[in-house]
């Protein structure tokens, strides 16, 4: 009797395969590798996928503590949290374009939608 080991194609972060998601992320670094080229947006980017991979310590918007990589639900959280501070200034903590950054990081990583930063 064999035992079936997860490989990493089974992996998920959020709804997207694992490899995906490190994948956007370089790609999203490369892009953004120099002091000059790095935007709010591209850093909330980053950080939104960080965490999403269990690598970026507290979440990004909400700062609420993680132990582990977040469960769709921990970053459902967060991608509601990110879409009520940039429809509520009063709210926001942190630039808008980071804000929107991890937003679309995030929303990408849950499978809100196709397009990822």
Do not use: K
């Amino acid at each position: 009797m064999t035992t079936h080991s997860m490989s990493t194609s089974d992996v998920r972060v959020g709804v997207r395969p694992l490899g995906d998601v490190e994948r956007a992320f370089r790609r999203l670094e490369a892009e953004a590798a120099g002091p000059d080229q790095q935007t709010q947006l591209s850093r909330g980017a980053l950080a939104g996928y960080l965490w999403a991979l269990g690598r970026g310590g507290p979440a990004p918007v909400t700062a609420q503590p993680v132990d582990e990589a977040p469960s769709l639900e921990d970053l459902t959280v967060e991608v509601d949290a990110a879409t009520a501070q940039m429809e509520d200034s009063t709210q926001r903590t942190v630039p808008r374009d980071y804000v929107h950054g991890v937003r679309d990081a995030l929303a990408w990583v849950c499978g809100h939608t196709d397009q990822h930063p």
